[in-house]
């Protein structure tokens, strides 16, 4: 069975600390993957992808892979109040556009000011 | 990224009838859209596969005669609760994904409530 592991938290930073946020997952062959940050009450909403080994940035988020490790990272610099959420992972198993992504459970993160 | 409109937002009905909820992909074709459930605390739990023109694909466990999916055009999916049950009271939420890309779009979800 697929599987998409987190970490369930809370997960508890002051505000201006690193957030680190991990994932595994158990299929070797999966090909993308994705951090999601979802507020309560809320849809999903897509905050990083990344599909190859190595580190990914996008201003204050960074995804980091290693495919070997089957282990996907996400890490937040600068945390704010705002950032508090449940952060989702996800991974295309089969690497192709239009097939469902598999989710984790989330881990929810806390901002404190 | 791609818009995915789903409506109604919330919905409140008495057990036993059934609820309609649309999902509309409003900037691209989508052959393919997802529903998921969320129950409150856990992760989205994929229930079906709409397919357009063709019948959907439901994960194991899940009742197809009782969670209906229509995908008659390339925008508009639909499910459709049938004989609802206060168990059945969840936030479903449906998603597509760009023809190009393997990354996934939600709609708004819709928080369901049978009493």
């Known amino acids: 069975q697929k599987e998409v592991e987190q970490n369930s938290g809370p997960l508890s930073v002051p505000e201006g600390a690193i957030a680190s946020l991990n994932c595994t997952y158990s299929?070797?062959?999966?090909?993308?993957f994705f951090w999601y940050r979802q507020y309560s009450g809320k849809s999903p909403e897509l905050i990083m992808s990344?599909?190859?080994?190595g580190d990914k940035e996008d201003g204050r988020f960074t995804a980091q892979l290693n495919k070997a490790s089957q282990y996907v990272s996400l890490l937040i610099r600068d945390s704010q109040p705002s950032d508090s959420a449940t952060y989702l992972c996800?991974?295309?198993?089969?690497?192709?556009?239009?097939?469902?992504?598999?989710f984790g459970k989330g881990t929810t993160l806390s901002v404190s000011s | 990224g791609a818009v995915v409109s789903q409506h109604p937002s919330w919905v409140i009905c008495k057990s036993g009838t059934s609820v309609k909820i649309e999902c509309r992909s409003l900037?691209?074709?989508?052959?393919?859209m997802f529903w998921y459930r969320q129950f409150p605390k856990q992760s989205l739990m994929l229930m079906a596969t709409?397919?357009?023109?063709?019948?959907?694909?439901?994960e194991q466990g899940v009742e197809k005669d009782k969670f209906l999916i229509n995908h008659a055009s390339l925008t508009l999916s639909t499910l459709t609760v049938t004989s609802a049950h206060p168990e059945d009271s969840s936030f479903y939420i449906c998603?597509?994904?760009?023809?190009?890309?393997?990354?996934?779009?939600f709609g708004q979800g819709t928080r369901l409530t049978v009493v």
């Open positions: 900037d691209f074709q989508a052959t393919t």
């Open positions: 709409s397919n357009e023109g063709s019948k959907a694909t439901y």
């Open positions: 998603s597509a994904g760009g023809a190009l890309n393997t990354e996934a779009f």
């Open positions: 996800a991974v295309n198993i089969r690497g192709q556009a239009g097939t469902a992504l598999i």
């Open positions: 299929d070797r062959g999966s090909q993308s």
């Open positions: 990344i599909y190859s080994n």
